[in-house]
């Protein structure tokens, strides 16, 4: 008898000795997977300090409000984005003139009598220049033509498609003109037609990058209603 409670004294033993060292392991496990859980907990944090930092980098500045014509109703906020200094290449205004390589990333426009604000669009774009269309010299017209990139990569090599948009003076009634993958190339107004010719080149194959697949295109579009057709397709038709 007494060698059989000795040899379960020692079982005893070693089985207590095993849940004090699993205990001891499971205590250790424990704690890495605190020190874990902090870890991830800065590194959220220093996620959400980048996401505050980019943001920070994307806040928009206005300049002093102009008036693109002297006789015109409105004041224009031109919207950009601090600190990409790239970004804020000034010029000097002119009458009839566009606010070439501006890069502007919107527009606001007040009412001098009212003081009402509208936005001109919540789309994210770059506005290469703007510039109000005249009937005759110091006649203006209530349309406002845009050359506008709205598509963007983050390939270099990949070329940035202008688009062509109009608006009202009050900066109402934005609207993209050109097609999808169409760049603008060239456009010319005639007020005693209230049209806009302009000639595109299509992307055809999409890969925003000019080849011997892409096709040009001209077409007409109305200041009175922002309605564009394609011209010359029958013609080109008959000649070949």
């Known amino acids: 008898m007494n060698g059989k409670i000795k040899i379960n004294l020692i079982f005893m033993i070693i089985v207590f000795s095993g849940m004090l060292l699993s205990s001891c392991n499971q205590f250790r496990q424990d704690n890495k997977a605190i020190d874990l859980t902090k870890d991830l907990s800065d590194e959220n944090t220093n996620s959400k300090d980048e996401k505050n930092e980019n943001k920070e980098q994307q806040s928009f500045v206005a300049d002093l409000p102009i008036k693109i014509d002297s006789s015109s109703n409105y004041i224009v906020f031109q919207i950009n984005v601090l600190p990409d200094e790239e970004r804020k290449a000034k010029t000097e205004y002119s009458t009839r ?114 080849n011997n697949l892409d096709k040009q295109h001209i077409y007409s579009v ?11 397709n029958a013609e080109f038709e008959r000649l070949n």
């Open 222 to 232: 109305s200041i009175e209603n922002f309605e564009a057709r394609e011209l010359l």
């Open 97 to 210: 003139t566009a606010y070439n390589n501006n890069y502007l990333r919107n527009l606001i426009f007040q009412d001098i009598q009212t003081e009402e604000i509208n936005i001109l669009t919540t789309d994210k774009i770059e506005i290469l220049s703007y510039q109000q269309l005249y009937k005759a010299k110091d006649n203006a017209e209530n349309v406002i033509l845009y050359q506008v990139v709205d598509t963007f990569s983050e390939d270099d090599e990949v070329l940035n498609l202008t688009s062509l948009y109009l608006s009202f003076d009050n900066g109402k009634g934005f609207k993209k003109i050109t097609l999808n993958n169409h760049h603008l190339s060239s456009w010319e107004y005639f007020p005693e037609l209230k049209k806009v010719f302009y000639k595109t080149i299509e992307d055809s194959d999409g890969n925003n990058k000019h």
